[in-house]
């Protein structure tokens, strides 16, 4: 009975999880007073561009109300209802979008209220309906009577700039349009940066926690962005607009086609212009801004570095970990780094040392104190336990608490400034007492290891090439002796020293290195060979001084042994006439027994008979 609940329930919960991931669509683009959807229901704009329902990312249990494209195969959210309060997976089963009081809402059976239009003036009215429109925008209207409408998306996006919404900037109000990134690609909340509209100078801006200006597009000229120039009035795909009146000024685009294009503030804090492919069944990159990941500002959080260099971008500072490795996954280094141990501090002594890190950008945020030189900087960091950096430029100490926005430069540009990090007891070896040749016990034991690891793998690859040295030397002797040598080769061997030594006064031509000969030839190469006989091969070969010869190289396959080659050598340096050719000399060495003759340019004599 037991086994029946459990196998009851797993099919409950898969069912739930499949109802969940597939979205039943409606067959209507609109919410009335009359309607509503909840669960996996949705509704689709007329021209079937876009999609109203919930979602989830990624592993997250958290729901959302969004807008996506309804024919691209990656869902594509281009607006999110409840990103600052999203829904539970118990909140999901009662969840309920629905037209209340004058107001477009998402609420639960409990009451408990997650997002709503929020308007000032309502109209009680039972002709209020919420269309979404086939250019993804969401509006709330009474019926056909309201223009402009009561409430639309576009006037409240999230990170994406859709076609025929405006970036406005409101005179009355004194309020702009403002985009603003998700927190990590699983996570829609608001994150760090955001881009708004620069009425002054007609031009986007992208900030960093609403203060700090990083980036722009440049003024707007009546054709391009200055600074972004792919982005102009005269685009094969789109129309820029730029209106400027009593009420308002706004920049706005419309497309000449049925393309796909959208522009977001990324997680990464960058503008992107992306445009759907659809042979490529995907969004390609048409431009980006700021195009260099570090200069988008903190980019890695607090004690971090941002190096081009990097593969990963944003790295931890020695002695820092991730405060979230789960959120780095997720590409958000808006939390930064923390270290790993607490600096040891308060027990009235100083201690600890700094790692020097060179071409970097100096963060902002630092205090000015006075010292009169680098090492009196130095000790005014380390008597203070919330100082974690200094620097000592041109005269002038600046010290930080906290370290955002470095920047690290490539050595070969030359440019950037020295910080001193704070280290933390684990890690003082790596800092300036290791530079001053004071390493601490941690340290000396580290190295002492490495040291004996190295030795000890030096004297083992020592004594494995030594024993496959003599394993070759004792296979090579086995072969050896396991195949018998032909008898000429025998005596060859027993007669080599025979022929150096007491045939040398017979002999009246001189000995010549092997070397010299391989030299002469190219080793033996077929381009100098002459011709073959039974002998075996002669080749030409030209001494370093220039002189021509004809070296007579005997053959492994000739049967000729030591005994005949030392007779040939005595027989023909005595034998030196006018019509003969003449020996020069020879060469015995290992296995190589060479004659070396003098060159004839004139070929052989059957040359001159048969022409």
């Known amino acids: 009975m037991q086994l029946q609940h459990y196998s009851s329930l797993l099919l409950i919960v898969i069912l739930t999880c499949l109802s969940l991931s597939i979205h039943q669509s409606l067959g209507v683009d609109m919410i009335s007073v009359n309607h509503s959807i909840s669960g996996n229901q949705s509704i689709v704009s007329s021209g079937e561009n876009f999609e109203l329902g919930f979602f989830k990312r990624g592993n997250s249990k958290k729901y959302y109300l969004g807008i996506w494209y309804k024919n691209v195969i990656t869902q594509t959210i281009v607006w999110v209802a409840n990103r600052e309060k999203p829904l539970s997976a118990n909140d999901m089963f009662s969840a309920e979008l629905k037209v209340l009081d004058g107001d477009l809402v998402l609420i639960t059976e409990s009451k408990n209220l997650f997002w709503s239009t929020n308007i000032s003036n309502k109209i009680s009215s039972n002709t209020l309906v919420a269309i979404l429109s086939d250019n993804g925008n969401l509006i709330l209207s009474d019926g056909s009577n309201s223009t402009p409408p009561l409430w639309q998306s576009f006037d409240h996006p999230t990170d994406t700039w859709l076609p025929n919404a405006k970036i406005k900037y409101d005179k009355h109000a004194n309020t702009t349009t403002i985009f603003t990134s998700w927190k990590n690609s699983e996570d829609p909340s608001p994150g760090l940066y955001s881009v708004e509209m620069d009425q002054r100078n007609r031009q986007f801006l992208v900030k960093w926690n609403r203060t700090e200006i990083f980036s722009a597009s440049g003024p707007w000229d009546g054709h391009i962005f200055s600074l972004m120039p792919e982005i102009s009035l005269n685009s094969e795909k789109y129309n820029f607009t730029y209106v400027d009146?009593?009420?308002?000024?706004?920049?706005?685009?419309?497309?000449?086609?049925?393309?796909?294009?959208?522009?977001?503030?990324?997680?990464?804090?960058?503008?992107?212009?992306?445009?759907?492919?659809?042979?490529?069944?995907?969004?390609?990159?048409?431009?980006?801004?700021?195009?260099?990941?570090?200069?988008?500002?903190?980019?890695?959080?607090?004690?971090?570095?941002?190096?081009?260099?990097?593969?990963?971008?944003?790295?931890?500072?020695?002695?820092?970990?991730?405060?979230?490795?789960?959120?780095?996954?997720?590409?958000?280094?808006?939390?930064?780094?923390?270290?790993?141990?607490?600096?040891?501090?308060?027990?009235?002594?100083?201690?600890?040392?700094?790692?020097?890190?060179?071409?970097?950008?100096?963060?902002?945020?630092?205090?000015?104190?006075?010292?009169?030189?680098?090492?009196?900087?130095?000790?005014?960091?380390?008597?203070?336990?919330?100082?974690?950096?200094?620097?000592?430029?041109?005269?002038?100490?600046?010290?930080?608490?906290?370290?955002?926005?470095?920047?690290?430069?490539?050595?070969?540009?030359?440019?950037?400034?020295?910080?001193?990090?704070?280290?933390?007891?684990?890690?003082?070896?790596?800092?300036?007492?290791?530079?001053?040749?004071?390493?601490?016990?941690?340290?000396?034991?580290?190295?002492?290891?490495?040291?004996?690891v190295a030795a000890l793998l030096l004297c083992s690859f020592s004594y494995i090439y030594y024993r496959r040295k003599m394993a070759k030397r004792t296979a090579n002797k086995q072969s050896t002796e396991g195949n018998p040598v032909p008898h000429w080769l025998n005596r060859e061997r027993e007669a080599r020293n025979l022929i150096n030594e007491n045939d040398k006064q017979d002999i009246a031509v001189p000995f010549f290195c092997l070397e010299n000969i391989l030299a002469a030839t190219d080793n033996f190469s077929d381009a100098h060979k002459l011709g073959q006989g039974g002998f075996g091969p002669v080749y030409k070969g030209i001494f370093s001084d220039g002189q021509e010869i004809a070296v007579k190289r005997l053959s492994s396959q000739s049967r000729q042994g030591i005994d005949e080659f030392r007779n040939e050598v005595i027989l023909i340096s005595k034998l030196q006439h006018r019509n003969l050719v003449r020996l020069l000399g020879y060469c015995i060495t290992g296995y190589e027994q060479i004659l070396l003759y003098e060159y004839m340019p004139n070929k052989s004599l059957d040359t001159f008979i048969f022409g």
């Not at 308002?248 to 977001?264: A, C, G, P, Q, V």
């Not at 060179?358 to 960091?381: D, F, K, Y």
């Not at 400034?417 to 001053?436: N, Q």
Request: a negative charge.
């Open 245 to 452: 009146n009593e009420n308002e000024s706004y920049f706005m685009y419309s497309l000449h086609n049925s393309s796909k294009i959208r522009l977001t503030i990324d997680v990464s804090g960058k503008i992107r212009h992306l445009i759907w492919v659809e042979n490529l069944m995907d969004w390609q990159l048409f431009t980006s801004q700021p195009r260099v990941p570090c200069e988008v500002y903190a980019s890695c959080g607090a004690f971090s570095i941002c190096s081009e260099e990097s593969t990963t971008f944003c790295n931890c500072l020695t002695g820092f970990t991730p405060r979230s490795d789960a959120e780095w996954d997720l590409n958000d280094h808006s939390g930064g780094c923390v270290r790993k141990i607490s600096l040891q501090c308060g027990d009235g002594k100083i201690k600890g040392s700094f790692l020097m890190t060179p071409n970097v950008t100096l963060p902002e945020g630092s205090q000015s104190v006075p010292a009169a030189s680098a090492e009196e900087c130095h000790s005014t960091c380390l008597s203070s336990c919330s100082c974690n950096a200094y620097a000592y430029d041109n005269g002038a100490c600046s010290i930080w608490n906290e370290l955002l926005n470095l920047k690290q430069f490539s050595p070969e540009d030359g440019i950037g400034s020295v910080i001193y990090t704070r280290l933390d007891a684990s890690d003082e070896g790596f800092g300036e007492d290791a530079k001053s040749g004071k390493f601490p016990l941690k340290l000396k034991v580290i190295i002492s290891a490495v040291v004996f």
